[in-house]
């Protein structure tokens, strides 16, 4: 079983680098997918407080990933008309791949049509989910199709905004899912809420895991970490556990062990 988290560690991580640390280490995964990891002096230093041997990152870029093992191989993605995202394939995944992928915040109309275009691009880089190992994983800053944000615990700004905007839209996860990629938590999880921000009162799922269909059976687990002790301090987002079999293609069953 291959475990990863996902996570949006905010601003570069900053002075919350030791909560973050721990948040991880308590997890732990074999592969991490950072999010807002700008700061390679906090992600370094990130790496080394969680226990984590290699690194990869670059400066400018809002991705970056951790891992315990020498990936068996990783790509830095810059499409022309759309914002970088990493491929990694870690070790001992069995040629399983995944998109560290960062996309632009707002959820107003404006800033759904800039993801929208950032996704274009992606998928211009991907083809979509045409191979039955690559797999999609981080902050899409987006709202799935029949889910429900509590929109009434927004600021009174956001639900201004969103009133006057047209309301949440979905079409960003509508193009991914139309791409051929499933909603590895909504699969799992059909009726949860799934809510990864803020931390101690979450109202907006924006973190995903998006799997190919020949992929599915081999999700057995993805949730949203809401009860470590440190995590309401460590970002504005909750981690995202993810849990997949490395072995055959046969179904597996969810899983709950190690953190």
């Known amino acids: 079983m291959l475990r990863i988290v996902s996570y949006n560690i905010r601003f570069g991580g900053g002075r919350r680098v030791p909560l973050l640390a721990a948040t991880v280490a308590a997890l732990q995964p074999?592969?991490?997918?950072?999010?807002?990891?700008?700061?390679?002096?906090?992600?370094?230093?990130?790496?080394?407080?969680?226990?984590?041997?290699?690194?990869?990152?670059?400066?400018g870029w809002s991705v970056a990933a951790l891992s315990r093992e020498a990936p068996a191989s990783h790509a830095w993605h810059r499409p022309p008309r759309g914002r970088g995202f990493l491929e990694v394939e870690p070790a001992g995944g069995h040629g399983l791949r995944f998109l560290d992928v960062h996309l632009p915040a707002g959820l107003s109309l404006r800033g759904e049509r800039a993801r929208l275009r950032h996704v274009d691009a992606l998928l211009e880089v991907m083809g979509g989910a045409t191979g039955p190992s690559t797999s999609l994983l981080g902050d899409?800053?987006?709202?799935?199709?029949?889910?429900?944000?509590?929109?009434?615990?927004m600021p009174f700004w956001l639900r201004l905004?969103?009133?006057?905007?047209?309301g949440i839209r979905t079409d960003v996860l509508r193009r991914l899912l139309d791409a051929g990629w499933v909603d590895a938590y909504r699969h799992l999880h059909p009726r949860d809420a799934g809510f990864t921000?803020?931390?101690?009162?979450?109202?907006?799922?924006?973190?995903?895991?998006?799997v190919p269909e020949a992929l599915v059976g081999r999700v057995a687990r993805c949730e949203p970490a809401s009860t470590l002790p440190l995590v309401d301090r460590a970002s504005d987002h909750l981690p995202l556990v993810v849990e997949l079999a490395t072995g055959d293609?046969?179904?597996?069953?969810?899983?709950?062990?190690?953190g």
Request: charged share 20%.
């Open 30 to 59: 074999d592969l991490v997918l950072l999010q807002e990891a700008t700061n390679p002096v906090a992600v370094d230093q990130l790496a080394r407080d969680a226990g984590f041997g290699h690194v990869l990152q670059q400066t």
């Open 140 to 153: 899409l800053n987006s709202v799935a199709p029949g889910d429900e944000p509590r929109v009434a615990a």
């Open 161 to 166: 905004l969103l009133r006057f905007d047209g």
């Open 249 to 258: 293609d046969g179904e597996v069953t969810q899983t709950t062990d190690r």
């Open 197 to 210: 921000l803020p931390p101690g009162a979450p109202s907006i799922r924006l973190d995903y895991l998006l």
